[in-house]
């Protein structure tokens, strides 16, 4: 227990000692949990804005006007066997001259002879992942069935969304461990200037019979407390960000408290590892 | 009984250079003896190697209970908290008064609190240094802080004491008074092993002088007791 509060005393005294080095660390390794952070938050608004066009898509045949009974049902079962498909829903032309007046009114329609909206199957997608080639494939498959005659076009938007929120993913985590590791290099190296610039005391710790876990222990805990404290600051400034934003993007939902939480740890656990690698390397 | 023991050891490093050669001798509990020689005569290298600082290139050194051959890492610390190792240069943290840098040497092997500050307030006492407890290092002459230094070295009780020219950076009175010391902690049981290259020092007292000559021992002229 004292040696525990004396490392925690050591690695707090080495930080007001040290407070340009580790000013310039802990900003460095900010940044670099910001940029994770940030990037983390961009895909998980894609991600959301996914989901909520993903209710939206669907897929329409319209079909001819003659079309049979037997010859719709036919073509619901066939549809809500496929792969991906959530519902399929046959609405009259009636239905769809109704649906037109509510949305639009009447207007429009004054001057036509009779309804001239076909009858039409309306197809739910269920799963994001993947919608944009499946709408793609169901379209193509059915195009040239005989009751068919048109096709709704597939939702682009939700296609390239799916696969940005994707790239986006990918990116983030590519990016979180390229910056994970440079911030475990900024860590390693400040504690070896910690290591170089307290040798003295280190040599006279070991001459006078300090075990090396009572050596070791007061940059470890340095290391933790400038990940941890990045992490910290960190999280402060994606919250600002995200008030920030609120007002140029309506609706951005921020990152989850989890998620700033393990901003926190991350930082924390990096910076101890970069404390173990600078022992490991630097400290006999 | 002997406390320390020196087995043929040779120490060479690069380029052919051999610090010590065939070195043996050994040292009795409580027993005093100056260890003397020319500058690069290979005084510091054998204090080095029986505080395990560095290991033989052969031979074997056996000191307070373990040996070169068989130590663990993790057990150095052990067999320096046996030992007190005093230096020219005093080794004393700059950051710590004279009485932190003695209670430091306690608080590292886990003592009692209550034990640190008495022991801590006897050893100053000891030291004559009692009114320099909160004094820094840059604020005590050069004997007050080798006498500092010879505090923290007696903190936990030594065994045997090992010091490295430690009157080479004091005056003559210091230096007198810095012996003494040395001779009652000896008086007290604690063996002595005093490295230094001043032969003035060996004619003070009869004591037991090991001589070094290019890492060799050609010299180990007995004590006659204490003065």
């Given at each position: 227990?004292r040696a525990?509060l004396?490392a ?9 000692r040290?407070s340009?080095?580790t000013f310039l660390s802990?900003?460095?390794?900010t940044?670099?949990l910001v940029?994770?952070?940030a990037f983390?938050?961009?895909s998980?608004?894609l991600r ?12 329409e045949f319209?079909?001819?006007k003659?079309?049979?009974k037997?010859?719709v049902t ?8 496929e792969?991906g498909?959530?519902?399929?829903e ?8 109704i649906e037109?007046?509510e949305?639009f009114?009447d207007?429009?329609?004054?001057g036509?002879?009779g ?7 309306r197809?739910?997608?269920s ?7 499946r709408v793609?494939e169901?379209?193509?498959k059915y ?8 096709l709704?076009?597939?939702?682009r ?8 929120s994707r790239?986006?993913?990918?990116l983030?985590?590519g ?5 994970l590791f440079?911030a475990t290099v900024i860590?390693?190296?400040t ?7 307290r040798?003295?005391s ?8 300090a075990?090396?876990a ?6 470890l805990?340095?290391?933790?407390l400038h990940?941890?404290l990045s992490g910290?600051l960190?999280w402060l ?6 008030r ?7 609706g951005?939902?921020?990152?989850p ?9 991350l930082?924390?656990?990096?910076g101890?590892?970069?404390?173990y ?8 | 009984?002997?406390?320390?023991r020196?087995k043929?050891?040779?120490k060479?490093y ?5 610090a010590?050669d065939?070195?043996?001798f ?10 003397v020689?020319?500058s690069g ?5 054998l204090l080095?190697l029986?505080?395990?600082?560095e290991?033989?290139?052969?031979g074997i050194i056996e000191?307070?209970g373990?040996?070169?051959d068989?130590?663990k ?7 320096r908290?046996?030992l ?6 005093f080794r004393l943290?700059?950051e710590?008064t004279?009485s932190e ?7 590292v092997t886990?003592?009692?609190?209550k034990f640190i500050?008495s ?9 004559g240094?009692s009114h ?5 290092p840059?604020?005590?002459?050069g004997g007050e ?6 505090a923290r070295?007696l ?6 004491l090992l010091a490295?020219?430690?009157?080479g950076?004091?005056?003559p009175?210091a ?5 003494r ?7 007290q ?7 230094t290259?001043?032969t003035?020092?060996i004619?003070i007292a009869?004591?037991?002088?090991l ?14 007791g204490?003065p």
């Amino acid at each position: 227990m004292r040696a525990f509060l004396f490392a925690i005393g050591q690695a707090f005294s080495s930080f007001w000692r040290r407070s340009f080095v580790t000013f310039l660390s802990i900003i460095t390794i900010t940044i670099a949990l910001v940029i994770l952070g940030a990037f983390l938050t961009i895909s998980l608004n894609l991600r959301s804005t996914l989901g909520n066009l993903k209710r939206q898509v669907q897929l329409e045949f319209y079909l001819e006007k003659g079309i049979t009974k037997a010859d719709v049902t036919g073509l619901l079962n066939k549809l809500e066997s496929e792969d991906g498909v959530e519902s399929v829903e046959f609405a009259t032309a009636e239905r769809a001259r109704i649906e037109f007046i509510e949305e639009f009114g009447d207007e429009l329609l004054r001057g036509l002879p009779g309804n001239p909206f076909p009858p039409s199957i309306r197809v739910e997608l269920s799963h994001a992942t993947g919608m944009g080639e499946r709408v793609t494939e169901l379209a193509e498959k059915y195009r040239d069935e005989l009751q068919i005659i048109e096709l709704s076009a597939p939702n682009r938007i939700a296609y390239r969304l799916s696969k940005a929120s994707r790239t986006f993913l990918f990116l983030s985590l590519g990016w979180g461990i390229i910056l994970l590791f440079a911030a475990t290099v900024i860590i390693t190296n400040t504690i070896r200037l910690a290591i170089a610039q307290r040798g003295n005391s280190i040599e006279i710790m070991q001459l006078v019979g300090a075990s090396p876990a009572f050596v070791r222990m007061p940059f470890l805990f340095e290391g933790v407390l400038h990940g941890a404290l990045s992490g910290g600051l960190a999280w402060l400034i994606l919250w600002s960000l995200y008030r920030g934003s609120e007002y140029i993007v309506p609706g951005i939902i921020p990152l989850p408290l989890i998620m700033n939480i393990i901003i926190v740890l991350l930082g924390a656990i990096f910076g101890g590892l970069g404390s173990y690698i600078a022992l490991r390397r630097y400290l006999n | 009984m002997s406390i320390l023991r020196v087995k043929d050891v040779r120490k060479s490093y690069g380029r052919g250079w051999i610090a010590l050669d065939n070195v043996s001798f050994s040292l009795d509990d409580g027993e005093f003896a100056f260890l003397v020689g020319s500058s690069g005569a290979g005084k510091s290298t054998l204090l080095s190697l029986i505080y395990m600082g560095e290991k033989p290139g052969s031979g074997i050194i056996e000191a307070v209970g373990f040996d070169s051959d068989n130590i663990k890492p993790e057990e150095i610390p052990l067999l320096r908290r046996k030992l007190g190792i005093v230096f020219q240069d005093f080794r004393l943290l700059p950051e710590m008064t004279a009485s932190e840098n003695i209670a430091f040497s306690l608080k590292v092997t886990g003592q009692p609190r209550k034990f640190i500050k008495s022991r801590t307030f006897e050893l100053l006492s000891m030291m004559g240094l009692s009114h320099k407890a909160k004094s820094y290092p840059h604020e005590l002459s050069g004997g007050e802080k080798q006498r500092v230094s010879v505090a923290r070295a007696l903190a936990n009780n030594p065994l045997l004491l090992l010091a490295d020219e430690p009157t080479g950076n004091l005056d003559p009175q210091a230096t007198d008074e810095l012996i003494r010391l040395f001779f009652e902690i000896n008086r007290q049981g604690t063996a002595v092993l005093m490295a230094t290259h001043d032969t003035a020092l060996i004619d003070i007292a009869p004591m037991r002088v090991l001589e070094l000559e290019n890492g060799v021992l050609v010299g180990d002229r007995p004590g006659k007791g204490m003065p």
